[in-house]
């Protein structure tokens, strides 16, 4: 299918497929004037953000698997990867450059919110990256450093303390936004989210005295005035699809591969079923010939087979549901939701980071509640359900029960988060087999361009040799996972 040439910037960071489909809806018009301001370059930057690829994310994370033919980023053969959001970030310091000389708070928040997305993002795929001497060309910096990691969540923290201080609607309505129709409270609470989702993956530096995760993950939950969250799907930082706008259609509408050629994977498949989970039913159809909403009629294909067995299996096997194929809008694109801020405060909460408000039980099953109420299902089947033996909260097992929750409801919606959580954390096992490539291992993180390779090497080397003894290796461990 054609799609977006800007989103290939966002797409390549994370070796997704390239493609070419145009979004003239958000362009100037020719017939106004050009003059570029921060409403014009918000549009732009809240697409490339927020418009993710969802395909590859969701066979890294054995929620689909692939097998028209031998594909090697589908079973873990990867290799480099793109610098591409350094694209969108030059617009966004475009975009805060404006901001500040016209006085405008509000995009200046904005600003600081997209680079902790951009620049945690590129992180959390490569190691260190170009962070404090990024985009610095015009001072003079050709060659930038790289940061390690620990001093880049350090900086990008500090970034979303600032963004929420920026963002206040006593300073206007922001224009050009198409997230949220200009309301900047709401923005501040996806801040907060955002910055709840960075400390919960640094949980393995909990102790680490420049970061103090403890100290600020409970200083946001203690003081709601100052740092509101989310208070329901409705506050979801989502892109919304829609046939009005010219080509704003879902990213996978009329894919023909993934009509034909995706099945579920049978772990996620697994999961549900094990749990009487309805959402079985709006992720997958049922097998050929058997009646929908009957847990029997849906099976996956082990993303682990050689091709020719996963064609074999997919005969029995539950293909993607056809609304994400024929459905031009489908359902949005979420950047961070209600639903994985809840599971994101229940971790905090179980792991002794805050003492509330709230229960840990109580926070994970409003996570799985709000959900569930996304896809459409109502109170008495969700109450059921969170009374079901393997979802019922158990603090003795709470971080498999919170992380499986997460990866269960983030089906195609949030990009890379399942498969960066499952690396954090180990839950949930994903299938490995014949063809999985990479010596059977699941790869930690992606090669670095070529690029910097031509154009950076020094400061590469310098990088590769504090991180993994020299070798770009995508088994390497990086700083935030150690």
């Known amino acids: 299918m054609k799609q977006n040439a800007t989103l290939v910037l966002l797409a390549a960071l994370l070796a997704m497929l390239p493609s070419c ?28 953000v927020f418009n993710i690829w969802p395909v590859d994310p969701a066979y890294a994370a054995r929620h689909l698997t692939y097998y028209e033919r031998p594909n090697s980023n589908v079973n873990y ?13 030059r617009q966004v310091e475009n975009m805060n450059e404006l901001a500040v000389a016209n006085g405008d708070k509000n995009y200046q928040g904005l600003a600081k919110l997209f680079r902790a997305v951009l620049f945690s993002e590129l992180t959390l795929t490569f190691g260190e990256i170009p962070y404090s001497q990024a985009m610095k060309a015009e001072e003079g910096i050709d060659e930038p450093a790289y940061d390690t990691q620990e001093d880049i969540f350090v900086g990008l923290l500090n970034e979303l303390e600032e963004a929420n201080a920026l963002l ?17 409270s709401q923005w501040k609470k996806a801040v907060n989210a955002f910055r709840l989702r960075l400390l919960i993956y640094l949980s393995k530096k909990e102790d680490n005295s420049k970061l103090n995760i403890k100290q600020q993950f409970q200083q946001i939950l203690d003081n709601p005035d100052k740092y509101p969250l989310m208070e329901g799907n409705d506050d979801n930082a989502q892109l919304t699809y829609n046939t009005s706008a010219t080509d704003n259609y879902y990213p996978t509408f009329n894919n023909l591969s993934l009509s034909s050629l995706v099945s579920l994977e049978k772990g996620m498949v ?4 094990d749990r009487q989970d309805p959402r079985l ?48 809008v489908n359902e949005p694109m979420v950047l961070i939701g209600y639903s ?34 996304q896809r459409g299902l109502g109170g008495p089947a969700i109450d ?48 490995i087999g014949p063809a999985t490539l990479n010596n059977g291992q699941i790869p930690k993180r992606w090669l670095y361009p070529q690029d910097e390779y031509d154009n950076n090497r020094g400061n590469l080397q310098d990088a590769l040799q504090r991180q993994f003894g020299g070798d770009d290796d995508v088994n390497g461990v990086m700083w935030i996972l150690e």
């Open 77 to 89: 053969g990867w290799t480099t990867s793109s610098f591409g959001p350094y694209a969108t970030l």
């Open 270 to 273: 697994k999961l549900l079923k």
């Open 21 to 48: 489909h145009d979004q003239d809806y958000y362009q100037v018009n020719p017939n106004a004037p050009s003059t570029a301001t921060p409403a014009l370059l918000l549009t732009g930057i809240c697409v490339n």
């Open 168 to 184: 206040d609607v006593a300073n206007g309505s922001i224009g050009g936004d198409i997230i949220y129709g200009g309301d900047a």
């Open 384 to 431: 059921g359900y969170l009374n079901k033996p393997l979802v019922k909260f158990d603090p003795n097992i709470y971080l498999e029960q919170i992380i499986t929750q997460k990866y269960l409801s983030l089906f195609m919606a949030s990009g890379w988060v399942p498969f960066f959580e499952q690396r954090r954390t180990g839950f949930p096992s994903f299938s």
């Open 340 to 373: 994985e801020q809840e599971f994101l405060i229940a971790e905090g909460i179980a792991r002794g980071w805050a003492s509330g408000p709230g229960t840990a039980a109580g926070h994970y099953n409003t996570g799985i509640r709000a959900s569930m109420l």
């Open 281 to 328: 039913f709006d992720y997958g159809d049922p097998i050929q010939g058997m009646p929908a909403n009957d847990f029997n009629s849906y099976e996956g294909v082990d993303a682990g087979l050689v091709v020719s067995d996963q064609q074999n299996a997919a005969v029995n096997a539950s293909k993607i549901n056809r609304r994400y194929v024929n459905d031009e």
